[in-house]
């Protein structure tokens, strides 16, 4: 099984340690299997898109637009 090290900042480092009865290792590869199938259903929904680069550009700006608009600012 491959191995992988985390750097942690030092508020996270000191509940890791205090928290030693839980299973680090454990959490962070369910942690890492659930951003997995995240992706997974990404790829899969934007396998079949017809989208491209400046599409999703276009729409991103869209959907910053009109939740700047909603909270009253202004692009």
Do not use: C, N
């Not at 996270?12 to 454990?26: D, M, R």
């Not at 369910?30 to 079949?48: G, V």
């Amino acid at each position: 099984m491959p191995t992988i090290t985390l750097d942690l900042d030092d508020e996270t480092a000191q509940w890791v340690e205090i928290h030693s009865e839980i299973s680090w290792s454990e959490v962070a590869r369910e942690a890492i299997k659930r951003k997995i199938r995240e992706l997974q259903a990404l790829d899969a929904a934007f396998a079949e898109s017809d989208l491209d680069e400046e599409d999703i550009e276009r729409l991103t700006l869209e959907a910053k637009q009109r939740l700047l608009d909603e909270l009253g600012g202004t692009a």
